[in-house]
């Protein structure tokens, strides 16, 4: 196996490359406004870090979301392309989930929640609950993924997630990790398809929890004199 993961959910870009015993290589790029742009070449550049051809890749991993349009369909668009032209499976992840993994890796154990920028002053949010000791975990997304307001989340457990930052008030301190590591989604992946720490693999398609901002414009009024 050789897995290519990437993320454009939040702000920059994850990507990561993972044979299925360890990570091989990962990083972070860009912010928000510039997805398209930085992407392919950190792909490019975590597969040459990695010594791995784009020609061995197996496996597409990709978030789905929850999170803007516009980053979702560039990170789901690429993964689609590349699965297609390497001949490799594709996968999608909520990336909520491989923030909690994330957190669960550096010892966050029982109930606890994510939260994430949704922008417009609101929050995307998802609770698990985590359970095992290190290396033998279980964890399992018992609400959400869902967009509230931050005033409407009751912080009655450990949240993590760039939200914290943004909304200390009604979420409590800022708590990473904030946004989605690479290295993280990658090693969800192959723990689901080896059936291990209770995550659920999707479908490649966006997990939007808004209508799109634009409409469809309606049939143009007739004028009379």
């Keep these: 196996m050789l897995l290519l993961a990437i993320d454009t959910a939040t702000d920059g870009v994850a990507v990561a490359v993972h044979d299925g015993d360890r990570v091989l290589a990962s990083a972070r790029a860009g912010d928000a406004r510039h997805h398209n742009e930085v992407l392919v070449p950190t792909i490019a550049a975590v597969l040459e870090e990695a010594g791995r051809a784009r020609t061995e890749v197996t496996d597409v991993a990709v978030g789905v979301g929850p999170g803007p349009y516009t980053g979702l369909r560039v990170g789901l668009a690429t993964a689609r392309t590349l699965a297609l032209a390497w001949g490799a499976r594709v996968h999608g992840v909520c990336s909520l989930d491989a923030i909690a993994a994330q ?16 922008r417009r002053r609101e929050v995307h949010t998802a609770r698990y609950v985590a359970t095992g000791e290190a290396g033998d975990t279980r964890v399992t997304r018992t609400a959400g993924p ?34 989605v590591d690479g290295g993280a989604l990658a090693r969800l992946v192959v723990d689901a398809l080896a059936g291990r720490g209770g995550w659920e693999l999707l479908a490649p398609e966006p997990l939007y929890l808004r209508r799109p901002d634009a409409v469809e414009p309606g049939t143009r009024k007739r004028v009379t004199a």
């Design 103 to 118: 957190a669960v890796a550096e010892g966050l154990r029982g109930e606890f929640l994510v939260a994430t920028d949704a």
């Design 146 to 179: 869902d967009v509230v307001a931050p005033a409407d989340v009751v912080p009655d457990v450990p949240v993590v997630g760039a939200g914290t930052r943004l909304h200390p008030g009604a979420l409590g301190p800022a708590r990473a990790p904030f946004d």
